[in-house]
T-cell receptor, first 111, second 117 residues
Framework: QKEVEQDPGPLSVPEGAIVSLNCTYS??????FMWYRQYSRKGPELLMY????GNKEDGRFTAQVDKSSKYISLFIRDSQPSDSATYLC???????????FGQGTRLTINP | GAVVSQHPSWVICKSGTSVKIECRSL??????MFWYRQFPKQSLMLMAT?????????EQGVEKDKFLINHASLTLSTLTVTSAHPEDSSFYIC?????????????FGSGTQLSVL
């Protein structure tokens, strides 16, 4: 079993829809949780950063961490075609730097 | 956010040659940098941790003699793929934390696509 599980998709939704992306994990020691967006053949871009449990909102993006269920989510409201990318969850027990990544979910927002 | 610059963005080389990839932190200093490898439609796999002024730490299964890492200064780390073979063809990405301490957020370079003929 992988430490971090993420459905690779692909996921295709119409413009304006609410998108829900999720990851589950097995290591209860994970404390740092991140979501990255990666466009094709580019490096990942940090979208959201959460330490421990709770919710965090930034514009159209909301990150949720449920440590009791070992489950994290990223919600995108009013999705735009420019949101089309691969979204990677990442987490760590030993600081925000030694990350374990999920496989990534390919998302397409259709105009 | 912090800027990490990676060069070249793509490189094609013949089998048996060596290729050097540079990773620079442009607006901050980084005593530690990380090198990842990513195959198509797969996630990032950590290869090694580059430490300024000391030896790199390699992940299990990564050949240290094949993937040479040099962290020459607080803003520059290089990865050299020695005697490259077609199976080394991959997307290589570096990253650096924007601040010291365990909660330093990780920023990534734009990646290098290596194709070995």
């Amino acid at each position: 079993q992988k430490e971090v599980e993420q459905d690779p998709g692909p996921l295709s939704v119409p413009e304006g829809a609410i998108v829900s992306l999720n990851c589950t994990y097995s290591n209860s020691a994970f404390q740092y949780f991140m979501w990255y967006r990666q466009y094709s053949r580019k490096g990942p871009e940090l979208l959201m950063y959460t330490y421990s449990s709770g919710n965090k909102e930034d514009g159209r993006f909301t990150a949720q961490v449920d440590k009791s269920s070992k489950y994290i989510s990223l919600f995108i409201r009013d999705s735009q075609p420019s949101d089309s990318a691969t979204y990677l969850c990442a987490m760590s027990a030993g600081g925000a730097q030694k990350l374990v990544f999920g496989q990534g979910t390919r998302l397409t927002i259709n105009p | 956010g912090a800027v990490v610059s990676q060069h070249p963005s793509w490189v094609i080389c013949k089998s048996g040659t060596s290729v050097k990839i540079e990773c620079r932190s442009l607006d901050f200093q980084a005593t530690t940098m990380f090198w990842y490898r990513q195959f198509p439609k797969q996630s990032l796999m950590l290869m090694a941790t580059s430490n300024e002024g000391s030896k790199a730490t390699y992940e299990q299964g990564v050949e240290k003699d094949k993937f040479l890492i040099n962290h020459a200064s607080l803003t520059l780390s290089t990865l050299t793929v020695t005697s490259a073979h077609p199976e080394d063809s991959s997307f290589y990405i570096c990253s650096a934390p924007a601040s010291e301490g365990p909660d330093g957020k990780l920023f990534f370079g734009s990646g290098t696509q290596l194709s070995v003929l």
